[in-house]
């Protein structure tokens, strides 16, 4: 989803748990293995190291790696790319900060509908992105307009039903409060879809 000027719509450390993370049901846990799609939303995003980059829900860090690497991609002589993320899931958190150095990946043990993301936004605004989980993907949505000036851009991957909710016309059957809170202060838009085939879902391990 796009506002004026914002918008919206393989390293491994060897201290890392190996074991497969089981998702959990009640985090709405899914998470996008298919790394042909994981590179077209890192190529939508078009991640530089001087933005201050936020992801929601990084999981097993799947998107996060391939956002690094992006932002690598970018860097001069000396510079080093980071990158901050929201992860409530503990399990998760342990296995982020035991392959990630502290410099490279900030991880922010939260609830997202808690956090405060203007602590992240004292120099610059904030380019937000993630897999949000159903379940609460709307009350994430609802978070976020709080700090619409302190963002610059939002790109999430939804499920369809909630992004044809985001993006409806005036008139249809799908256009609603989602619709009118979102397009009042974003401009809108949808990227491509993403097969079911692309997730693995219940106990899940990533695949490189």
């Known amino acids: 989803m ?119 936004a004292a120099d610059t605004k904030l380019r937000i992105v993630g897999n949000l989980p159903y379940n609460i993907s709307t009350p994430i949505l609802f978070r976020l307009c709080e700090f619409e000036d302190r963002i610059s851009d939002m790109t999430f991957m939804l499920q369809k039903e909630v992004v044809m909710r985001m993006v409806a016309e005036p008139g249809t059957e799908e256009y609603g409060r989602l619709s009118v809170m979102l397009q009042y202060r974003f401009n809108m838009g949808r990227l491509f879809d993403v097969p079911p085939g692309a997730f693995q879902i219940g106990r899940a391990s990533c695949r490189e």
């Open 2 to 120: 796009r506002r004026h000027p914002p918008r919206i719509a393989a390293m491994r450390d060897t201290k890392a748990p190996t074991a497969p993370h089981r998702a959990r049901k009640r985090f709405g846990q899914n998470f996008l293995v298919d790394r042909h799609y994981i590179l077209r939303i890192v190529d939508a995003i078009d991640p530089r190291p001087e933005q201050r980059i936020v992801e929601i829900g990084p999981g097993q860090a799947a998107l996060t790696r391939e956002l690094l690497a992006a932002m690598d991609a970018h860097c001069t002589t000396g510079q080093a790319a980071s990158l901050d993320v929201v992860e409530i899931d503990r399990d998760l958190v342990a296995r982020l900060t035991a392959e990630f150095p502290s410099d490279r990946l900030l991880v922010h043990e939260a609830d997202a509908l808690e956090f405060d993301f203007a602590t992240l």
